[in-house]
């Protein structure tokens, strides 16, 4: 009884941090797999939220800096974002079409925030939206996590809930009789492609969807393409090439994908 009086008590509590439903002219809106959707903050909403500060290097310049904005684990407290049955991804959407896949998890632990600032300037440059910034500065770890580096993102005003064996799971799953070299470059795919390339319609979309890229060609035509490739299309110049090796996994496993006809929906 006194459990049930209490969750009614908690119940207008989006409150927390004022989420309603999403409306034109929000400076950001959650949608996906939430219990109410697509719910929004206007610019003057989010603006008003406690902001938090990360150190962390921006991979742009390369340079260390301080960020300021509302941190997104406020979202993920009591109050915050009623996240539905097996919610565990939140995809950040960039400019450009970049995505950035982060496990709830991750969210919760490392604390990024959606940065207004970098160094008291306006984060992000002229862009609409805010950055998606992380503590790789204070964060032991953070700075050797090669998914991190695709993690900042610029211009972010939709974030979308997902469940990954739903999403990305699904659309990296390797096809039956692909041998472990498809399996691990799945891996590589997400970790340094996916920002920027669907495969079986999940992922960003600044670059072609990929699913049946090696269908022909083989897996020459991708890694005579990619040397300079990540720091030419990510503006960031300090990413190094893949390693040949998992630039052969991927082409492994694109072409077990383009192979199979299976588009994994
Ligand atoms: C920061 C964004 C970004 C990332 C990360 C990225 N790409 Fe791209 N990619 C692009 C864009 C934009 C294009 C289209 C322009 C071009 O061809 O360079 C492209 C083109 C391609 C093409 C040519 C497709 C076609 O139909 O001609 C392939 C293949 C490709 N990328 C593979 C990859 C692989 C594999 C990775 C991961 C190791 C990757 N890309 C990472 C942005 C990106």
Not at 102 to 110: D, E, K, M, Y
Not at 141 to 162: C, F, S
Not at 251 to 257: N, R, T, Y
């Amino acid at each position: 009884m006194r459990t049930r009086f209490l969750a009614l008590l908690a119940l207008p509590g989006c409150a927390g941090v004022g989420l309603h439903e999403a409306v034109p002219g929000d400076a950001l809106v959650f949608e996906g797999r939430l219990e109410r959707a697509p719910l929004g903050l206007s610019p003057a909403e989010l603006a008003a939220l406690p902001p938090a500060r990360v150190r962390g290097t921006d991979p742009w310049t390369g340079a260390p800096a301080t960020f300021t904005g509302a941190p997104v684990a406020l979202f993920l407290e009591d109050g915050g974002l009623p996240l539905g049955r097996g919610a565990d991804l939140l995809a950040f959407h960039g400019a450009g079409g970049r995505r950035a896949a982060v496990p709830v998890n991750a969210v919760r632990q490392l604390r990024p925030v959606l940065a207004a600032e970098e160094d008291g300037r306006p984060a992000g440059g002229p862009l609409d939206g805010r950055l998606l910034a992380w503590p790789d500065l204070d964060a032991p770890g953070l700075a050797t996590d090669p998914r991190v580096r695709w993690w900042w993102l610029r211009g972010v005003k939709r974030v979308e809930a997902l469940s990954w064996v739903e999403s990305d799971g699904k659309a990296l799953r390797v096809p039956p009789g692909a041998g472990d070299e498809a399996r691990r470059g799945a891996g590589d795919f997400a970790t340094s492609c996916m920002t920027c390339h669907r495969v079986r319609g999940q992922g960003g979309t600044a670059g072609p969807e990929l699913t049946r890229f090696l269908g022909s060609g083989g897996p020459p035509r991708l890694t005579a393409l990619l040397p300079g490739h990540l720091a030419a299309r990510s503006g960031q110049p300090g990413v190094p090439d893949l390693p040949a090796a998992a630039a052969g996994r991927i082409a492994a496993f694109l072409e077990a994908v383009a192979r199979s006809g299976e588009d994994g929906r």
